[in-house]
């Protein structure tokens, strides 16, 4: 099947993870369209303030942070200018799950 011409190609903007702040002005030099905040990094709250202060959005990862350290995290990306902010979670299933097989 070929794609009509009339119809741009679909592309996707990157979301890079920034480990310090020096990472943050570099993907501010790229003009990413967000920043996302690594799960072990969600307590990092400098990082968080910095890359807030870009004015993009953040995807924060919740890994295993607790709630009063997610709260503090989305706190700290609003109050340092984050105008939207995204908690992402792949929570385990709180129970076992019986696999089933369709015959």
Known sequence: MRRSSSVPEARPDPVLHPFDA???????S??????KIASFEN???PLIRKAASKGKPLIIS???ATLAEIAEAVET????G???????????P???????AIC
């Open 22 to 28: 020096s990472a943050v002005d570099f993907l501010a």
């Open 30 to 35: 790229l003009d990413v369209a967000c920043y």
């Open 43 to 45: 307590t990092d709250l």
């Open 62 to 64: 919740t890994g295993m």
């Open 77 to 80: 990306a609003r109050s340092a």
């Open 82 to 92: 984050a105008p939207d902010v995204i908690l992402l979670s792949a929570p385990a």
């Open 94 to 100: 709180t129970r076992p799950r019986r696999k089933t």
